[in-house]
């Protein structure tokens, strides 16, 4: 199979499925989550294949979804009626995405073999949400792991981080945006292992070659065994609603505010005014949004103390 967006290869018992949009920081387009699937169901499909790892080339995992997408791209891994990975339903309704982002990751969710992600750099939004429908999360220590859009855009497509995560702390990612380390994250619970990022290859080899010690059959029961008792829980339907959720926050009084900037500024300048406040992510490389009014205010609908986006980084 020939892949665009990702590499593939098989070693023994692992079949490795690599995000291969550096240039990008491996943003998710719909193109590269389609092969991501393919992949991982070539991976299933093989006997001598138990366990399947996740990960990412270049300086990051993934920074996220693609907010730039080419809208001449075209891919076999999409469906010819709705463009994107096909996950049973074209999801023909407007703000319909986050429903169709969940019932993807959901493929991954039913694998029959565990799948390990392996994080380094960025790993941010939907970034989070592919991590954490894999079984298992080794990261880099210093990994960045956040959640921006919710500072203006809407809520968390898939809202996770009450499941792997402790109250307080599912709180405060799905609320600020703000960023955790990857030791951070292991010390939460949301990860497994947290190392040098220099030891990460190494360590993720070593801990799936043991997992693939078990047969096949028993990995996929195990797997289910665990999976079920998050779905009695009511995992799934929690998972779904929040998707309901997120749809209604895009048509808050303020909902436009980002859209807009991004038509008239370009995603850079949007970005930058979103984060600044912040000081963080791409609020790092400005100082003209600390104060920036609140948005969907009568000062941020007038474009009062915008920034000047003449400068490109």
């Not at 565990?114 to 989070?128: F, K, M, R």
């Not at 289910?224 to 997120?246: H, K, S």
């Not at 505010?257 to 995603?267: C, D, N, P, Q, T």
């Amino acid at each position: 199979m020939t892949y665009n967006n990702i590499e593939y290869e098989e070693d023994d018992r692992l079949a490795y499925v690599t995000l291969n949009r550096p240039e990008k920081l491996n943003a998710l387009s719909h193109a590269l989550r389609g092969e991501v699937y393919d992949a991982m169901k070539e991976a299933e499909a093989n006997p001598d294949v138990g366990i399947i790892i996740l990960r990412g080339n270049g300086r990051a995992f993934s920074a996220g979804y693609d907010l730039a997408p080419d809208p001449t791209e075209e891919s076999e891994f999409t469906s010819d009626r709705s463009s994107m990975p096909d996950t049973g339903t074209t999801h023909p309704q407007h703000y319909d995405w986050s429903r169709h982002a969940l019932m993807g990751h959901w493929v991954i969710w039913e694998l029959a073999k565990p799948v390990i992600c392996q994080i380094h750099g960025y790993c941010l939004a939907g970034g989070t949400e592919l991590a954490s429908m894999c079984d298992l999360r080794i990261v880099a220590e210093d990994a960045l792991i956040g959640y921006p859009p919710v500072r203006a855009m809407g809520t968390m497509d898939m809202m996770w981080a009450p499941w792997f995560m402790p109250p307080v702390k599912a709180r405060e990612f799905a609320y600020t945006g703000d960023s955790f380390t990857g030791a951070e994250m292991a010390q939460y619970g949301w990860a497994n292992y947290a190392l040098p990022k220099d030891d990460l290859d190494e360590f993720v080899e070593k801990f799936a070659r043991r997992l693939g010690f078990i047969d096949n059959d028993q990995l996929n029961y195990n797997k289910r065994a665990v999976n079920r008792q998050y779905e009695i829980m009511g995992m799934r339907t929690g998972l779904m609603v929040g998707t309901d959720v997120e749809a209604m926050s895009k048509h808050r009084p303020a909902a436009p505010e980002f859209g807009r900037r991004v038509r008239e500024e370009g995603l850079k300048a949007a970005l930058e005014w979103r984060d600044g406040p912040f000081r963080d992510f791409r609020g790092a490389y400005s100082d003209k949004h600390a104060n920036r009014a609140l948005a969907g205010s009568e000062k941020s609908r007038g474009n009062q103390g915008d920034a000047d986006y003449s400068k490109n980084d």
